[in-house]
C-alpha cells in the first residue's frame, strides 16, 4: 500500500476515508473531462484556421462561382464561355474595384471558421463512437462519420451562408448592403411578418447536398491517403523516418482529389439550393423540386452543372488547402506526431 503514495487512514476515521475516496475520484474524473475538452478545443481551433485558410485562397472564384449559379443577369453572359471565369473576374475587377471579388468574404470567415471547426472535430467524435477498432474502419463507416459531421456543421451555421450568398450575389455598388441589413431584409421577408425561420431557407437541398458531398469528402481523402501509405508508394509518399506521415505533396493530392470527387457527386443539388437561397431578391420562390424543373427548363441537364469548372478549380485547392492545414495545425497543437 505504501507504494501508491496514499496514506491509509484509521478506523476511527471511516468518514475521511469516504470523504477522500470521493474527493480522488472527483478529481480524476475532472482531470479526465479538462483533457477532453481541451482536446476537443484544440481539434476545433484546428479545424476553424484550416477552413479559414482554404476560403481565403478561393474567395475570387466563389465570389463569380455564386454570380453564375443564380444566372445573374450581368454575368450570365460569360457562364457559357471556357474563359468565362476569367472574362467575369475582370469584368468585375474593373467595374468595382479589386476588393469587389472578396465582396461576402468576411461572412464567409465568420461562417467557415465555426463551420470548419464543428466539421472536423465532429468527425473525430463520430468516429471514435462509430469506429471503434481497425476492423469497423469501413467506407461505409467514414462515408457515414463524414456525413453526419457535416450535417451537424451546415445546421448549426446556415444563417450565415445564407447572409453570405445574398452578399456575393448584390453587384450595386451604390449603398451596398451591410449584414446588418441583409439580416434584416431576411427576417422580414415573406407573405408573413417574418421570422427566425427565414434564415433557413433553402436548408432541405443544403442538407441533400452536404450529406453526400461531406461524406465522399471525408471518405475519399481518407482512402487515398490510405492507399498513398502502402509499401509500394510509401517511399515516394511518406516523409523520412516516418511510416505514417505523408509529405506536404502528398497530403495535398490527398485533398485535392477528394474535393474534385465530393464537388461533381453534390454539384446539381448545390446549384438547386443557390437558386432557392435568392429567390425572393429575383422575385422566383420556389421548392425543390420547382426549382429544378426551372433549371432544366432554361438550359437542360447542363444548367444543373453550370459553374462546375469554376468549382474544380476551386474544390482542389480549397480541400487541399483545408486537410493539409488541419493536419499541420493539429501537429503544432500536439494532437499528432
Known amino acids: 500500500m505504501s507504494g501508491t503514495g496514499i496514506s491509509v487512514p484509521t478506523a476511527k476515521d471511516s468518514s475521511t476515508t469516504i470523504e477522500e475516496s470521493h474527493h480522488v475520484y472527483r478529481t480524476s474524473k475532472s482531470n479526465k473531462d479538462s483533457r477532453?475538452?481541451?482536446?476537443?478545443?484544440?481539434?476545433?481551433?484546428?479545424?476553424?484556421?484550416?477552413?479559414?485558410?482554404?476560403?481565403?485562397?478561393?474567395?475570387?472564384?466563389?465570389?463569380?462561382?455564386?454570380?453564375?449559379?443564380?444566372?445573374?443577369?450581368?454575368?450570365?453572359?460569360?457562364?457559357?464561355?471556357?474563359?468565362?471565369?476569367?472574362?467575369a473576374a475582370r469584368d468585375i475587377q474593373m467595374s468595382y474595384g479589386i476588393s469587389a471579388l472578396f465582396k461576402g468574404h468576411s461572412a464567409s470567415l465568420v461562417r467557415v471558421f465555426p463551420y470548419a471547426s464543428i466539421n472536423f472535430l465532429a468527425y473525430e467524435q463520430f468516429r471514435a463512437a462509430i469506429i471503434v477498432s481497425s476492423e469497423k474502419e469501413t467506407p461505409l463507416r467514414r462515408f457515414l462519420c463524414g456525413s453526419m459531421a457535416g450535417a451537424a456543421s451546415t445546421f448549426v451555421t446556415y444563417p450565415l451562408e445564407l447572409i453570405r450568398t445574398r452578399l456575393a450575389f448584390e453587384t450595386v455598388q451604390k449603398n451596398p448592403s451591410s449584414w446588418l441589413g441583409v439580416s434584416r431584409k431576411i427576417?422580414?421577408?415573406?407573405?408573413?411578418?417574418?421570422?427566425?425561420?427565414?434564415?433557413?431557407?433553402?436548408?432541405?437541398?443544403?442538407?441533400?447536398?452536404?450529406?453526400?458531398y461531406a461524406g465522399t469528402s471525408f471518405l475519399?481523402?481518407?482512402?487515398?491517403?490510405?492507399?498513398?501509405?502502402?509499401?509500394?508508394?510509401?517511399?515516394?509518399?511518406?516523409?523520412?523516418?516516418s511510416s505514417t506521415r505523408l509529405t506536404a505533396v502528398?497530403?495535398?493530392?490527398?485533398?485535392?482529389?477528394?474535393?474534385?470527387?465530393?464537388?461533381?457527386?453534390?454539384?446539381?443539388?448545390?446549384?438547386?439550393?443557390?437558386?432557392?437561397?435568392?429567390?425572393?431578391?429575383?422575385?422566383?420562390?420556389s421548392g425543390i423540386v420547382e426549382t429544378a424543373q426551372r433549371i432544366f427548363l432554361e438550359r437542360g441537364v447542363r444548367g444543373f452543372y453550370v459553374g462546375l469548372t469554376i468549382g474544380y478549380v476551386k474544390m482542389a485547392p480549397m480541400v487541399a488547402t483545408s486537410f493539409y492545414v488541419y493536419d499541420r495545425m493539429k501537429r503544432f497543437f500536439g494532437l499528432i506526431e
Open 36 to 87: 477532453n475538452l481541451d482536446i476537443a478545443l484544440r481539434n476545433g481551433l484546428a479545424g476553424g484556421v484550416a477552413g479559414c485558410a482554404a476560403k481565403t485562397i478561393v474567395a475570387p472564384l466563389e465570389r463569380v462561382r455564386i454570380l453564375f449559379q443564380t444566372s445573374h443577369s450581368h454575368f450570365v453572359q460569360y457562364s457559357t464561355h471556357w474563359n468565362g471565369l476569367i472574362k
Open 187 to 212: 427576417y422580414f421577408e415573406g407573405a408573413v411578418s417574418g421570422g427566425l425561420s427565414n434564415f433557413y431557407r433553402a436548408i432541405a437541398p443544403t442538407m441533400l447536398g452536404i450529406l453526400p
Open 220 to 241: 475519399t481523402h481518407d482512402l487515398i491517403r490510405d492507399w498513398l501509405r502502402l509499401p509500394a508508394l510509401a517511399p515516394y509518399t511518406l516523409e523520412a523516418q
Open 250 to 285: 502528398a497530403q495535398l493530392c490527398c485533398g485535392a482529389v477528394a474535393g474534385i470527387v465530393a464537388q461533381t457527386v453534390s454539384y446539381p443539388i448545390d446549384i438547386i439550393r443557390r437558386r432557392i437561397q435568392v429567390g425572393s431578391v429575383v422575385g422566383a420562390q
